[in-house]
């Protein structure tokens, strides 16, 4: 803030609000809404507009439309309610027209100040019928004042219990009033080329406008600005990630690469040639690769990141994988090491002549063994260090790291890999893997810092899978048929998942989230307002025993979750892995990554209490060997309610694209944006990934253009304090410091 610049005589967006709208409101906004400055308050957008041009008359209204009428207050009666504590208050409102309507509020002590006879106020609900006559029950109410009849809009804004939406206006408008026009943050060209508003303009038009082509434009307009505040704070985090030096590690003839290509027992796909060269090419680079594959499940991305790791290797460097979970984390170095053969067995007999060596390393290794492995990840003796996302961010010591592969990684934002990558002046390279397909614009804000590349086809030979969803509500005796299908595929000699939202009780202690599990606490899926006192989600504790005495008597159980001790866990995949169990129940521990191709049948109980990706995910885990895949999804949830809406898009297609794209719909999208920011308060309250995909993609592009002229943004400080709003001012002080 420039002190001299928000004196008495001059508003800018930083000025104090007290001395503008007198202290009492100064204080509510505050407390209420976390406004503090002129600049927060024009930021506080109206939610809607009610259009004066739309209103109803009393005497045209029809039950059971949701309607909004002009009114004044003729009569306001305090009365007992019958059933109920508290005060009823009934309204008689009369509109310009003489037509008279009902209305009755419950919180009848907390609104008879305001509504008294002669208010006049916009009245907003549903009309219903009482004692044979029409009447709104409970309606939203705006007083209006003198001046407010004239305008053709008026802004409804997110109030709070204690701050109404008319109160929030008459401060804007104050505001708006001696406010100047702030220093506009898009520059000229900019403004020009998009045909945008000037930002005072916009801030005004936004808050009071004259026509509903001037909110659109000033909307518009203030989607710019958050487009540009993240575009320009990724490319910003490119640009200062890209500048670092990072040890170059070009393909040498005759390495371990070579040697494991020869050996490879099946022919890569067209797209894993294309995207190991992207890699590869990278890898020779002297800066550090940034860059994310995606591919759906199964599309052979494990093969991608272990030639880059060997490429690594191959330039006496090592590299680090890192899978969500344990199971994984193990599962991983298991298939590395099988894959690999002799070239992984460094320091064994029978070794190749050139070989590298895996190490796992995990939070819950014994100490004896954790030493060893810490020993060789910091002598260098360890080749490839396999383990879970906490083994970097514990700061392991590397001899020499080269590269990080971030494996499954859909919920990582940005400051993770900012971790991983190490606050040294050289940054490793960096690779990260997802199988959850990425909307366009969450790959150009959530992974913006990222280069892409798409593996589109899967490896020949893949086998269907066949979704059904299990509507227990309408068709409980399916549960049944549920369990019988599992045995049929037990007695094909096959085997299968039994997927429970919850773990259940361990050790006394009721365990309702799986935290090993990748996507715990963020069970997306889950709509609590949805049907009422439902039960607690499945556990595999309690479905487990039930099932081996009943249903699914004489199989062979194994229970996994991400409580179970690190070697039974390990004791447990190992069993099914090589078919010694039947049937594995399980948390969505097994979500991600888990490969066993035998596995053909997967059951998820309570599916409705997952999310959309998450349901794909499981459902990854079968169809991996050539036998078709079979999945349920068994839920209680009514037949119309939107989870099972969710349920049967995931039994409609199996197009992983098309799902992320209605999660993101589904899902909060704060969520996803919240990935990209820092700090308390959010810069980005326009902004949507589904509506703003063009803004977005062009804003990419000037970003990228402004920075790659101009790194430290010393041309365009508004556009820096537009980053500053958008990630947080220490965040940029970091960006700007490495530059
Ligand atoms: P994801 O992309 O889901 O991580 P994986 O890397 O686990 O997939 O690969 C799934 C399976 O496909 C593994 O068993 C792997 O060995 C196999 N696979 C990978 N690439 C090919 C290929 N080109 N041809 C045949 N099988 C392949
Ligand atoms: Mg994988």
């Known amino acids: ?32 809404l976390e ?97 044979h ?84 434009a000033a909307r518009n307009r203030l989607v710019w600005d958050e487009a540009m505040g993240v575009q320009l704070a990724l490319a910003l985090r490119r640009h200062a990630t890209v500048s670092r030096p990072a040890p170059a590690c070009p393909p040498q003839t005759g390495g371990l690469l070579d040697a494991f290509d020869a050996r490879l027992p099946f022919t890569l796909t067209a797209g894993q040639q294309a995207v190991g060269a992207e890699v590869a090419a990278d890898l020779a680079r002297p800066h ?13 991305k494990t093969v991608i990141a272990l030639r880059a790791m060997l490429q690594v290797n191959d330039n006496g460097r090592q590299a ?41 390393l995990t939070g819950s290794l014994g100490t004896a063994a954790r030493r060893k492995a810490l020993l060789d990840t910091q002598s260098g003796e360890a080749g490839i260090v396999v383990g879970t996302h906490a083994l970097i961010q514990d700061h392991v010591g590397f001899a020499d790291l080269g590269l990080v592969v971030v494996d499954e990684q859909h919920r990582f934002g940005v400051e993770q890999r900012d971790a991983l990558r190490g606050r040294g002046e050289r940054a490793p390279h960096m690779l990260v893997m997802t199988a959850t397909p990425i909307p366009r614009t969450v790959a150009m804000t959530v992974y913006g810092d990222l280069e892409i590349s798409s593996l589109r086809e899967l490896p020949d030979g893949r086998s269907p899978i066949a979704t059904t969803v299990v509507p227990l509500a309408e068709k409980p005796t399916w549960f049944e048929r549920v369990w019988r299908r599992v045995r049929e595929e037990v007695s094909g000699g096959h085997q299968v998942y039994i997927v429970c939202p919850r773990v259940g009780d361990v050790g ?44 699914l008597d004489g199989l062979r159980l194994g229970i996994l979750h991400g409580k179970l001790p690190p070697d039974e866990k390990d004791a447990v995949m190992r069993a099914f892995e090589r078919a010694e169990l039947d049937v594995l129940v399980a948390t969505t521990v097994i979500e991600v990554g888990v490969d066993v191709p035998n596995a053909t049948g997967i059951v998820i109980l309570d599916a409705d209490r997952f999310g959309l990706s998450q349901l794909h995910q499981l459902r990854g885990r079968v169809g991996r060997g050539s036998a078709p895949g079979v999945c349920l999804l068994v839920t209680e949830m009514p037949e119309v309610s939107s ?49 703003h995909e063009e803004i977005i993609a062009k804003a990419q592009v000037y970003a990228a253009d402004l920075v790659a002229h101009d790194p430290g943004l010393q041309a365009h400080p508004g556009l820096a304090a537009l980053v500053a709003e958008t990630v947080g001012d220490e965040e940029r002080a970091a960006y700007l410091d490495k530059v």
């Open 133 to 216: 006559k029409l009447q709104l029950t409970h309606p939203q109410f705006e007083p209006l004042r003198e001046d407010d009849e004239i305008r053709p809009f008026i802004s409804v804004y997110p109030a709070t219990g204690k701050l109404n939406s008319w109160e929030i206006a008459r401060c804007v408008r104050q505001v708006l009033d001696v406010l100047d026009d702030p220093t506009d943050p898009l520059p000229p060209f900019l403004r020009q080329r998009e045909g945008l508003a000037e930002l005072g303009r916009a801030l005004r038009r936004i808050h009071v406008p004259e026509t509903e082509g001037d909110y659109h």
């Open 643 to 691: 989870a099972r809406e969710r349920l049967d898009a995931v039994a409609g297609t199996t197009d992983g694209f098309a799902l992320a794209r209605l999660d993101l719909e589904l899902r909060r999208e704060g969520d996803v944006l919240g990935a990209v920011q820092s700090g308390r308060r959010s810069g980005l309250r326009l902004l949507s990934l589904l509506r």
């Open 288 to 300: 550090p690769m940034n860059r994310l594959v995606q591919g759906d499940v199964g599309a052979g």
């Open 1 to 32: 803030m420039n002190p001299d610049r928000s004196d008495a005589g001059h508003i800018d967006l930083d000025s104090a609000l007290v001395p503008i709208v007198g202290k009492k409101a100064a204080d509510a906004l505050a407390l209420q």
């Open 320 to 360: 680090a994988l890192l899978a969500p979970t344990e199971v994984l984390a193990s599962q991983h170095a298991r298939s590395l090491r099988v894959m690999l053969g002799p070239l992984g067995q460094a320091g064994e007999l029978g070794a190749a002549e050139r070989a590298t060596k895996i190490t796992l």
């Open 35 to 131: 406004l503090h400055t002129v600049g927060d308050l024009v930021r506080h957008y109206p939610r809607r507009y009610v259009d004066r041009g739309k209103l109803t008359d009393i005497g045209g209204l029809e039950i059971g439309e949701h309607a909004t009428v002009v009114a004044q207050v003729e009569k306001a009666t305090l009365r007992d309610m019958r059933a109920r504590r508290g005060k009823l208050l009934a309204v008689v409102i009369r509109d310009e027209k003489g037509a008279q309507l009902d209305c009755t509020f419950f919180n009848g002590h907390k609104v008879a100040h305001v509504i008294q006879p002669g208010l006049r106020a916009l009245f907003a609900g549903k009309v219903g019928v009482f004692n």
């Open 508 to 551: 006394g202690k009721d365990t309702v989230v799986d935290t090993e599990a990748p996507d715990s606490g963020a069970d997306s899926g889950v709509d609590p307002g949805e049907g009422t006192a439902r039960r607690p989600p499945l556990a595999v504790l309690d479905v487990a025993p039930r099932l081996a005495e009943g249903a």
